[in-house]
Structures are given as C-alpha cells and as structure tokens.
C-alpha cells in the first residue's frame, strides 16, 4: 500500500499547523503573561489589530482547549466537540500550508 504524495503533504500541512499554532501560543503566554485567548479582539484599538495575527495561527489551538474545556465542564454534547474538531483541522492544515510555504520561499 503507497501513501498519495497529495496525502503526506495534507498530511504533514495538519501537523505543521497545529505545532505551529501551539508554539505560538504558549510563546504569546510566555511573553505576556496572558493566555492566548479570542477575547484579545474584543480589546479594541491598536492592541487588537496586533493581535489579529496571533489569533489567525494560534486558532487550531485555541479552538481544542476551548472545546475540551466546554466537554469537560459545561458537558457538551459530543458532536460539537467533532464539528469543532473537524474545524479546527482544516484551520490547521491551511495555517500549516502557509506556513510551509513561508519556510520554502525563504530558503529559495
């Protein structure tokens, strides 16, 4: 059995954009002290249009340990936390091909 060239590059999209937007989180908490959150939008002004970056990769992520957070505390129900889910994953895998994208045009 061959795995699809088109597969291991989706394939390597996904997990590229979920690492990505995971290191970008938590460096965002690192570095501010605050959790990388939605609510940064809601801020208004400058601070919020800085943030617009920041949320747009960090979203993946963000929107997992929203769920998992909601399924645990709030009990959920579990098709949410695979619409989520499903969400989150095409989010990654275009967070990671760009991003994939980015590196190649840099090393080029």
Partial sequence: MTVQPAALEAL?????GFSFAGLLA????????????FQLLQGGGLSALASVPVVIFCAPFLIL?????GR????????????????AGVWSMASGRLVL????????
């Fill in 12 to 16: 390597k999209s996904l997990a590229v």
């Fill in 26 to 37: 938590s460096a965002f908490e690192l570095f501010t002290a605050r959790r990388a959150g």
């Fill in 65 to 69: 340990r929203n769920t998992a957070r």
């Fill in 72 to 87: 645990r505390i709030e009990r959920r129900p579990l098709v949410f936390v695979m619409l989520a889910s499903l969400i």
């Fill in 101 to 108: 994208d980015l590196l190649a045009a840099m090393v080029t």
